[in-house]
T-cell receptor, first 114, second 111 residues
């Protein structure tokens, strides 16, 4: 079955450490997105990519980096510059422009700073 | 004013009841609208798109009121399995970046 796979499900990061969250899709979708969800807040866009080798900053890109070397993959690195990284991270993809056809989400990664 | 606003709830309703949620949006140029369902500690899943003429999917009905700038979701004959948080999503300009998620309305269906 087609879908989006995120790993790991849970991740613990020490202060000053960079960590990378994986996102792989086999839906043949062109667009991929990374969102962050905090309690009581809506999803906030970190980065998005419309095509391979191209990506754009979202509303809260500071302290994060991404790459899009393959259509299927859109990993997110949370760097030590991100001062409050504890959150639920969701990767999504869409076939239509700007999510006009709706998003498909992965099951998410819960990142905790220890 | 927030771009997309929802009553956080919780809405506590008995099984079999009808419940409705509204979501207001601030940008009159907004182009597309969706309702997503999110279970506790899970990812959001698309429930339904909201069309200008309104649309229905089984017990669920979505409406768009452009004049008053809100969308609504009506759930008839509520089931225990409907308990979740319902997110309103608005695509403001048809582009990739201007998709705004509401903070969600929590529904708890009680036996």
């Amino acid at each position: 079955d087609g879908g989006i796979t995120q790993s790991p499900k849970y991740l613990f990061r020490k202060e000053g450490q960079n960590v990378t969250l994986s996102c792989e899709q086999n839906l043949n979708h062109d667009a991929m997105y990374w969102y962050r969800q905090d309690p009581g807040q809506g999803l906030r866009l970190i980065y998005y990519s419309q095509i391979v080798n191209d990506f754009q900053k979202g509303d809260i890109a500071e302290g994060y980096s991404v790459s899009r070397e393959k259509k299927e993959s859109f990993p997110l690195t949370v760097t030590s510059a991100q001062k409050n990284p504890t959150a639920f991270y969701l990767c999504a993809s869409s076939s239509g422009q700007g999510g006009m056809g709706g998003y498909t989400f992965g099951s998410g990664t819960r990142l905790t700073v220890v | 004013r927030k771009e997309v606003e929802q009553d956080p709830g919780p809405f506590n309703v008995p099984e079999g009841a009808t419940v409705a949620f509204n979501c207001t949006y601030s940008n009159s140029a907004s182009q597309s609208f969706f309702w997503y369902r999110q279970d506790c500690r899970k990812e959001p899943k698309l429930l339904m798109s909201v069309y200008s003429s309104g649309n229905e999917d089984g017990r669920f009905t979505a409406q768009l009121n452009r004049a008053s700038q809100y969308i609504s979701l009506l759930i008839r004959d509520s089931k225990l399995s409907d308990s979740a948080t319902y997110l309103c999503v608005v695509n403001i300009d048809g582009g990739y970046q201007k998709v705004t998620f509401g903070t969600g309305t929590k529904l708890q269906v009680i036996p």
